[in-house]
């Protein structure tokens, strides 16, 4: 017979007390109390003391009841998380804009960090990763086993401090060793220039709070050094990971007079919520092309899909990386947070492209030659990730591995954007024309 510590028996007791409870309560309002897994909440606590009164050490309470909970969030979807206290502080710092780390967008993966982009100019980015890597090692640590935020904590760090990584490459037939100075990360999510006097070209690296305000600013820069004004706009969103839905949703208004621009649809009435244009258009109509491609994600596809049904920009490069969800931070009182999907986003024409992805007008890929040539990447998309979220509105999934692979921004801007340029061109004509 195990005897279980007077700790563990208390815990047992006081969940079967607070089952009863519920279960009391909810009968007294009538509601379906068979719907409370009692048993198996009942299971959870005997096993519970079993493991404190059997393990081969002693284990903190604390600690056990963390992972017990992050092994229920491992069960969903890849984008729902437990935040610690630090990791929920970095969340923040985040959306301000900066942190001390290594540059790059990551999921979990098979037990493995994969990467969905690296951020422009950061240590990632000049060391030449690419999305679809695996990282299998943290310096001497295996990222095996451990948890999405536990391997973001150890990237992260004082800015001059070095890290390494193993990583595992498509294509490439043994895993290498790269090391990264640790970097201030200041995610000036904005870069304009003007090409051929009068056509804009704006990238937005990732969409915080501010973004639109930033982009509308450059954009005014660009209009006032044109000649007579800007007669039309590359938007640059390849290996865009996402980021705020809120600056997405600002940054697509800047282009657009009326209509939805997303709406968002859960379980709950509270995820229930549709975005509409307001009366403006930072541009007067001229004409726009958004570059996409396989790490173009999240807030990035909700722009490129707006623009795309409302008929405001044509859509140029590679399927999108598919992530059409949304996650709410619900802040814990012990100072963590939970990071939980709630509701999928739908774009104007009532589309979802959970793991599907925004397709382009135009199909264009990068044309320059690497020095792997023959050797195509892994474009890694959201219906490659374990546990994710089926498209539940009827369009269809499909990663047939088309589409050339995403290599730097250096050497796209050689190719892609003048496809872009050109076709912008024709565009002004045709308009002309008409």
């Known amino acids: ?72 969030l491992n069960g969903l979807d890849p984008h729902s998380v437990y935040l610690d206290p630090e990791t929920f502080r970095e969340v923040n710092i985040d959306t301000r804009g900066e942190f001390g780390g290594l540059g790059l967008e990551v999921t979990l993966e098979d037990g493995t960090i994969r990467v969905v982009a690296p951020l422009d100019g950061t240590p990632a980015h000049q060391a030449g990763l690419l999305p679809g890597d695996r990282i299998i090692r943290l310096e001497d640590t295996l990222v095996q086993g451990m948890s999405l935020d536990e391997a973001v904590s ?110 968002t649809r859960g379980r709950t009435k509270d995820s229930e919520v549709t975005y509409s244009a307001t009366p403006k258009d930072i541009l007067v109509g001229a004409p726009i092309v958004v570059l996409v491609n396989s790490g173009s994600a999240s807030a990035s596809e909700i722009v490129a899909g707006a623009l795309q049904d409302r008929q405001r920009a044509v859509i140029m490069g590679e399927k999108t990386f598919g992530k059409g969800s949304v996650q709410t931070i619900l802040p814990m009182n012990n100072g963590a947070a939970l990071k939980l999907t709630t509701a999928r986003y739908y774009t104007p024409s009532d589309r979802s492209i959970q793991a599907s992805g925004i397709i382009p007008d135009i199909e264009s890929s990068n044309l320059a030659f690497t020095p792997d040539e023959g050797k195509e990447e892994f474009n890694l998309r959201e219906s490659n990730l374990t546990r994710h979220l089926e498209n539940d509105s009827g369009d269809k999934v499909t990663d047939d591995g088309s589409g050339a692979p995403a290599n730097r921004l250096s050497r796209q801007r050689d190719d892609q954007i003048r496809q872009a340029v050109n076709f912008l061109k024709s565009m002004v004509i045709a308009l002309g024309a008409g």
């Open 1 to 72: 017979m195990i005897r279980f510590p007077f700790a563990v028996r208390r815990l047992g007791i006081l969940l079967l007390m607070l089952l009863g409870l519920t279960v009391n309560g909810a009968g007294a309002d009538g509601a379906d109390s068979s719907a409370l897994p009692v048993e198996d909440l009942r299971l959870f606590s005997e096993i519970f003391a079993r493991i404190k009164a059997d393990y081969v050490e002693e284990l903190d309470d604390s600690q056990l009841l963390r992972d017990a909970v992050k092994g229920m």
């Open 154 to 263: 150890q990237m992260r760090g004082e800015p001059g401090t070095q890290i390494r990584l193993l990583i595992v490459r498509e294509g490439q037939p043994e895993p290498f060793e790269i090391t990264l100075k640790r970097a201030i990360i200041r995610l000036d999510s904005v870069w304009t220039e003007l090409l051929d006097e009068r056509f804009g070209y704006a990238r937005v690296s990732q969409f915080q709070l501010g973004t639109a305000i930033e982009l509308k600013q450059q954009l005014a820069s660009l209009e006032s050094e044109s000649a007579d004004g800007l007669a039309g706009l590359v938007l640059d969103l390849r290996n865009n990971p996402g980021g705020v839905l809120d600056g997405a949703v600002a940054v697509s208004d800047l282009f657009l007079r009326q209509g939805v621009i997303v709406t």
